[in-house]
């Protein structure tokens, strides 16, 4: 059976002067390389953040999830007054609340490390960083929290696995630990 090709549909989309103006300036500037790409990144975060379920403005929520946007200040004044020691702590009981969230709003299984391509994305989506698998290694680049101990012990609490930290310093390398 031959599939038949659909006729590309073609959209006209009227925009503010000042909308076309800001358009205009970003591909000048070099940020976007035109309107179609630039629409297309815009329905993929549309898409990918479930923009759609958000009370705008200030009421955000991504599946079962209430999302803020809050500036990595912020959160680094909230862990100063968490005694060091418990960072690991923190980070897991963190990825155990991300777990459920994953699961329950986009079926998103952790423990199934099929899934995990699709975890890491939706984490750099969210802005937590950039993650990658290498064999058995865990890698974190870019993290928004810099403290390997509350990354170590969300990704564990996440993913469900033990995991040994190889640096303390962004990129942060962990070692998935077997047994």
Known sequence: ???????????????????????????????????????????????????????????????????????????????????????WEVGRRVGEVLRVSLIASLNLKADDREKWPDIFKRLRVQGFGDFFIRDKYLIVKAPFIESYEIWGGLLEGLLGVRLDSKTSVAPFVFEIVEG
Not at 29 to 51: A, C, N, Q, T
Request: proline share 6%.
């Open 1 to 87: 059976m031959v599939e038949e090709k659909r006729p590309v549909k073609r959209t006209t989309i009227i925009l503010d002067e000042e909308e076309r103006k800001y358009i205009d300036k970003l591909i000048r500037e070099g940020k976007e390389p035109g309107i179609k790409p630039l629409i297309s990144k815009m329905l993929d975060v549309y898409r990918s953040m479930m923009i759609y379920d958000w009370r705008y403005p200030g009421e955000y929520y991504c599946g079962i999830s209430r999302i803020a946007f809050v500036n990595v200040e912020f959160i680094s004044v909230l862990l100063e007054y968490i005694p060091r020691e418990k960072w």
